[in-house]
């Protein structure tokens, strides 16, 4: 177990989000239903857990065409030299043909840029490519102008084994995009990074095939984790935990955040889980797609810090805080 040292110093920036979600939706009870979940447990989800339904990909759409979707938006019209595509599930379906990475690469503008896969980090994943994105930037030889797509999604529709976490959520198809960038020369970023940290804690390594003892101390395990890489990520951008604005939280279940709150002294009005019942937990892109629903609606005013936070089986804990500028032109 082990925090993650801030040691890349480099003024980081982030484009604005891009978020693509598909047409389809299917209840979280029929999900559950078709399962073999119980009428009692399938209330627990909606009662406790807040969860209502969860994006589907319909069946003329293809989750590709969601990735390169968001990429596109994300670059703006510009290139990139490095694309970075966290996901949490190791084998998807869409990615077993072959040339994926060149079919993507294509579909995106950009057929000369790097490509490279985060995962084995479940659902931290994109997060965590921010992390390595920003790294990059601060390699020996890096350029002013380099730019790192950060790409995340995952298919968890092509089998319900692969979107139900038992008795805590169920997990939809969904895509999300941003540029990583110096913040400085012309690029003017929507986001500035100001710090991060993760935890990992490999007592819980087992992940599905934990015993429900097992469960029970990951749930309180994460809490904690959670609360401490918080602490340590914003003493590192020389906050406190009462100077965020607002928390983008992993949207699993609302029963791990008002639990959060109650320890953490949170007010629960600052982790913005307005997304909960519409979209559900969609693996790896949740804080950041909460990021954008928050923009899009107008909730965020410049200066406003905001602690994005991915909490993944293994037990894995990601933290990203990032201040909200200037609208970008």
Not at 71 to 76: K, S, T, V, W, Y
Not at 156 to 172: C, K
């Amino acid at each position: 177990m082990g925090a993650s040292p801030d040691t890349q110093r480099g003024a980081m920036g982030l484009s604005q989000v891009s978020v693509r979600f598909p047409r389809g939706n299917e209840s979280v009870d029929r999900v559950l239903e078709r399962a073999g979940y119980s009428v009692f447990e399938r209330r627990v989800f909606a009662k406790f857990h807040g969860l209502r339904d969860t994006p589907t990909l319909a069946p003329d759409e293809r989750m590709e065409d969601l990735l390169v979707g968001a990429g596109r938006e994300a670059l703006a019209g510009r290139g990139a030299d490095v694309v970075l595509y966290a996901h949490s599930q190791v084998v998807q379906e869409f990615a077993i043909r072959p040339g994926f990475a060149r079919r993507l690469l294509a579909g995106l503008g950009v057929p000369r840029a790097e490509f490279y896969g985060i995962s084995h980090i479940n659902c931290v994943s994109m997060l965590r490519a921010v992390e390595v994105a920003r790294r990059y930037h601060a390699r020996p030889g890096a350029r002013q102008g380099d730019r790192v797509l950060v790409l995340g999604g995952d298919q968890g529709s092509y089998d319900d084994s692969a979107r139900i976490i038992p008795g805590v959520t169920v997990a939809g198809d969904g895509a999300a995009a941003v540029v990583v960038h110096p913040s400085r020369g012309h690029e003017s970023p929507r986001y500035r990074y100001l710090s991060g940290g993760a935890i990992r804690d490999d007592r819980f390594h087992r992940v599905l095939r934990m015993t429900q003892e097992e469960l029970t101390r990951y749930a309180k395990a994460c809490l904690g984790h959670v609360a401490t890489v918080l602490h340590e990520a914003v003493g590192r951008a020389g906050l406190r935990v009462t100077d965020l604005d607002w928390i983008m939280p992993d949207l699993t279940s609302a029963t791990f955040w008002r639990d959060f709150c109650s320890a953490a002294g949170v007010e629960r009005d600052r982790v913005c889980l307005n997304l909960l019942p519409i979209r559900g937990h969609n693996f790896g892109i949740d804080a950041m797609s909460a990021l954008r629903h928050a923009d899009l609606t107008g909730r965020l005013r410049h200066g406003d810090r905001c602690a994005l936070i991915a909490v993944g089986a293994g037990a894995y804990v990601q933290v990203v805080v990032v201040e909200v500028m200037d609208e970008q032109p």
